[in-house]
């Protein structure tokens, strides 16, 4: 009995002595934190993909507390709904910022760039891309390992057999950015998504000169600045034989489209999805509301 | 007989099909295009102009750094223009283009055939002769040979390590090289251990061709200082470092230069050019290549001027057989598949291998099963197995600190493996990125201590 009562003793002395000295480190060593970050994190979508350009959500939950203004602050997944959220908890208004997509920049299908040598090694874009030219002529243009497939975790991308190219679910892409760092060639770009996701984009990064640039690839952009004299509002450069369509100024008026000699400026999401069956009545609905021309 | 002592692997040499055959001069082309990155280090300057007028040996473009090489005319003719080509892989070089016009050699050249013994220049002479002349090694590294004969302050050369070796299977030009001109090879050798200060030389040759062992000992018993070592089959013996452990028996520290162990490794072919540029003012303008395969009709050993288009070459050479199904430029070990062969030959071009279509596929990777036969096969003591799964996993640190960068791309980790796996596929990717991080870091740790000094 005796034996009981003094282990319990014992014991309850002993916890009650570590709790107190637990409890005295506790306070001596606190980390002061604000508890909205834990807040903020709770409505990231916590995917830790790094898109909003910080090292996982909770960095990105770390700098929204200690911003005064969202502006420049965004998370790509989550988007819109999910700053304003965390524009609530924090009694800011979420910044304004502009849904982005990504975007592939190469129509070299399978019958406009022909193969002039097949490749035997280790399927990946990057071990390609050091080796040599890849299996079409065109040094710039995808190589269709799918890199980028692989490097996206939400499922967006994946390749075209036909074509042999990427291509983006827009639904599902949120312009994280993994596969713009993962494309050894730079061919994928975030662009604004535009007016009911209707963007005119420059669908090549071919810098050779016109000539070399069409042997190695039908649609490829040649640099001939037909596009460029077509815009009026400024919003196509051609530099280094390549153009681009600047979608801050661009006007979606698809003039360029129709100039574009190969075909290489691409109009996408408008309404009839054919180019040419397009052309005649797009017309006059541009002159019904001012729509944005890319080339 | 010796060799060096980790690693390497016996792939079947397969020479028989060049062996042997004398080296036959590649006839004139009519429009040359001469690259002008044609080495390790910055690309040439051009210095001549379009319409410009020039003749063969003339200095058409300049080193564009201390490590860099000049570049000659290798025939007379016009400039028409200075522009991009496309190598063997697709990708753009800078290039001089000229119009072929009859075959005018500067005066100062000797063309006659005669063997000229005498040397009276000193060592600084010679050393600024071999620069000007634009000489790279001919191994395959293409290193520009003045600064290998240029040891930086307090290292001190001590033997001339001379490679005849020609590991790489297939290749036939070095071994044909010293059985035709052995005599102007060991004038060669004379003249660089005068320019080096060495008084012993040792010329390694692998004891796949005895008549070359033979032609060469039969001449070194002549000269002092200089032994002919044969040395057992096996890759990659002609590897700088390997060649130094398995002659010398000294071996390289990692990240080190063979100078650390006092030790200077040269090509046979490079000595020839070497000869013909003190002894006879010829600037490296030609090489001799192999042109070989089972399939092909005239496999043999070509002295191709540089900027005749390969495709004239293999018209020499019986034209493309009907099944190949790889061309790779070089041996098939350290060899690259090429795109095309419409490029012009070069310093770096040392062979042509056609593979038959069966002979040229690669097998299906399948798992690793730790076997540990590429860790035994690493001529450089590294873990290829680790290595290839680090540069998988993009896991750069970690490769760096398991010594990635002392990978020589030897090939035969991947040669080994029973797997079939792309060992050195990935680890050359990481090797890549490891070679550029630590390059940036480099860099940073420059512009900090140029920062701390203001």
């Not at chain 2, 040439?44 to 200095?59: R, T």
Request: glycine letters at 10%; one cysteine or more; proline letters at 7%.
């Amino acid at each position: 009995m005796n034996l009981i009562l003094i282990s319990l003793l014992v014991l309850g002395i002993t916890g009650l002595v570590a709790a107190i000295l637990l409890y005295l480190i506790a306070q001596k060593f606190k980390v002061e934190e604000d508890p909205r970050i834990d807040q903020v994190q709770e409505v990231l979508p916590g995917a830790n993909c790094g898109g909003c350009g910080f090292a996982g959500c909770r960095a990105l939950a770390e700098a929204c507390v200690k911003a005064d203004s969202l502006d420049g602050l965004l998370c790509p997944v989550g988007g819109a709904p999910t700053m304003e959220k965390v524009g609530a908890i924090l009694g800011l208004a979420a910044g304004a910022a502009e849904p982005k997509v990504a975007v592939v920049r190469c129509n070299g299908t399978c019958e406009a760039r022909p193969k002039t040598s097949e490749y035997n090694g280790v399927r990946t874009c990057q071990i390609q891309h050091n080796l040599y030219v890849g299996e079409t002529g065109c040094p710039f243009g995808c190589l269709g390992c799918g890199d980028c497939v692989a490097a996206c975790q939400f499922g967006a991308l994946s390749i075209d057999e036909k074509t042999g190219l990427p291509v983006v679910d827009e639904e599902k892409c949120t312009s994280c950015g993994k596969c713009v760092k993962a494309c050894p060639r730079n061919i994928i770009e975030l662009r604004k998504k535009g007016p009911k996701g209707r963007r005119m984009v420059v669908e090549c990064v071919n810098k050779d000169k016109g000539a070399i640039a069409r042997k190695a690839c039908l649609n490829a952009c040649i640099g001939c600045g037909k596009c460029q004299k077509e815009c009026q509002f400024e919003a196509i450069t051609v530099e280094n034989n390549l153009a681009y369509i600047d979608p801050a100024k661009c006007r979606l008026c698809r003039k360029c489209e129709d100039a574009c000699p190969t075909g290489a400026i691409h109009a996408v999401n408008f309404p009839p999805r054919k180019p040419k069956e397009e052309a005649a009545p797009a017309a006059p609905a541009q002159n019904v509301e001012p729509k944005k021309e890319e080339a | 007989m010796s060799t060096f002592k980790i690693g390497g692997v016996h792939p079947h040499d397969n020479k028989i099909y060049s062996a042997h055959q004398p080296i036959t001069e590649c006839p004139l082309t009519t429009k040359a295009i001469i690259p002008l990155v044609q080495h390790i280090g910055a690309p040439a300057q051009a210095v001549v102009e379009k319409g410009q007028k020039v003749k063969v040996g003339e200095l058409i473009a300049k080193a564009g750094g201390f490590v860099s090489a000049n570049i000659h005319a290798p025939y007379s003719g016009t400039i028409t223009k200075i522009d991009t080509t496309i190598d063997a892989w697709g990708m753009k070089m800078p290039a001089i283009f000229m119009d072929v016009e009859g075959d005018e050699w500067l005066e100062t050249i000797d063309r006659t055939p005669d063997v000229i013994r005498e040397c009276n220049l000193e060592p600084k002479e010679i050393v600024d002769k071999i620069a000007a002349a634009g000489i790279v090694g001919l191994g395959g590294a293409c290193f520009p040979t003045q600064v290998k004969l240029l040891p930086p302050p307090g290292k001190k050369a001590e033997v001339l390590v001379v490679n005849g070796v020609e590991c790489e299977p297939y290749l036939t030009c070095d071994h044909q090289l010293m059985l035709e001109h052995g005599e102007e090879l060991m004038i060669g050798i004379q003249i660089l251990m005068k320019a080096l200060g060495v008084t012993r030389t040792v010329i390694g040759i692998e004891k796949n061709k005895p008549d070359a062992i033979a032609r060469m000992k039969e001449l070194a018993a002549k000269v002092n200082g200089v032994e002919v070592m044969p040395l057992k089959l096996k890759y990659p013996q002609g590897g700088e470092k390997q060649l130094i452990d398995a002659t010398i028996h000294r071996q390289v520290p990692s990240g080190a230069l063979p100078i650390e162990v006092g030790a200077v490794v040269d090509n046979v072919a490079t000595i020839y050019a070497v000869y013909e540029a003190v002894q006879k003012n010829k600037p490296l303008i030609s090489r001799v290549m192999t042109v070989t395969g089972k399939s092909l009709r005239k496999p043999g050993n070509y002295m191709v001027r540089f900027g005749t288009p390969l495709t004239e070459v293999v018209e020499l050479a019986g034209g493309v057989p009907e099944d190949t199904g790889k061309i790779i430029g070089g041996g098939p070990m350290m060899g690259r598949a090429m795109n095309n062969i419409d490029m012009p030959a070069n310093k770096r071009t040392s062979g042509l291998l056609f593979l038959p279509e069966n002979e040229s596929r690669r097998q299906e990777p399948e798992n690793c099963i730790r076997c540990g036969k590429c860790v035994s096969a690493c001529p450089m003591g590294l873990e290829p197995y680790l290595l290839s799964k680090q540069a998988e996993l993009e896991m750069w640190d970690e490769m760096e600190k398991h010594d990635v960068m002392d990978c020589i791309d030897c090939g035969c980790c991947l040669f080994t493996c029973p797997s079939h796996r792309p060992l050195l596929d990935y680890i050359r990717m990481g090797k890549g990125k490891v070679g550029g991080i630590i390059r940036a870091r480099q860099m940073a740790a420059k512009a900090a201590a140029e920062a701390a000094k203001k």
